[in-house]
């Protein structure tokens, strides 16, 4: 069991629908992160929020929008994606700098 | 530029043989240094990490990994390898220069034959 849970596990979507990623955590982290994944390809960041304000955003598409409602929640806004956009994403949270990640089992997202 | 690196695709030991995944650095100043396990359908999992202290660090399920400053290396180990360690290594490295930015390697998927 993961201490990161990421809903849905699945997600089939066209390329005009609106949907969101949904991540949760309860232990007190104050950094979380989106990251997207291709099949066998270490994971991309996409953005960080530390103490829930937006602090790295690596120059992703306006198509995806994050939300941090609080410290516990993460939400990725998915509108108008690309095929190429289908991957893996995780979600990720951490106590420190320092401190390791804890990675969620990821939303498997597949664009038609 | 700043990057990591695993000259390894795939990694290939019998069980019980020790087995050795590799990560070099690249990064200026001191990093923090992170193995992570991946296996299918799941997210990553942590194994071990440097951050300061003895060069030699102990981490879950048996692993342990070397940190070489003049080598600038991160060496991932286990002295009896499983079947179930079979699955996909990521080494990671974070600058401690302020941020949470992770740079990771491309990743080795080791393969323990039975």
């Known amino acids: 069991d993961t201490e990161v849970t990421q809903t849905p596990k699945h997600l089939v979507m066209g390329m005009t629908n609106k949907k969101s990623l949904k991540c949760e955590q309860h232990m007190g982290h104050r950094a979380m992160y989106w990251y997207k994944q291709k099949a066998k390809k270490p994971p991309e960041l996409m953005f960080v929020y530390s103490y829930e304000k937006l602090s790295i955003n690596e120059s992703v598409p306006s198509r995806f929008s994050p939300e941090c409602p609080n410290s516990s929640l993460l939400n990725l806004h998915l509108h108008a994606l690309q095929p190429e956009d289908s991957a893996l994403y995780l979600c990720?949270?951490?106590?420190?700098?320092?401190?390791?990640?804890?990675f969620g089992d990821g939303t498997r997202l597949s664009i038609l | 530029a700043q990057s990591v690196a695993q000259p390894e695709d795939q990694v290939n030991v019998a069980e019980g043989n020790p087995l050795t995944v590799k990560c070099t650095y690249s990064?200026?100043?001191?990093?923090?240094l992170f193995w992570y396990v991946q296996y299918p359908n799941r997210g990553l999992q942590f194994l071990l990490k440097y951050i300061t202290g003895d060069n030699l660090v102990k981490g879950s399920y048996g692993f342990e990994a070397e940190f070489n400053k003049s080598q600038t290396s991160f060496h991932l180990k286990k002295p009896s390898a499983l079947v179930s360690d079979s699955a996909l290594y990521f080494c990671a490295v974070r600058l401690n220069t302020g941020g949470f930015k992770t740079i990771f390697g491309a990743g080795t998927r080791l393969f323990v034959k039975a």
């Open positions: 990720a949270s951490s106590l420190a700098i320092h401190q390791p990640q804890h």
């Open positions: 990064v200026s100043g001191n990093p923090y």
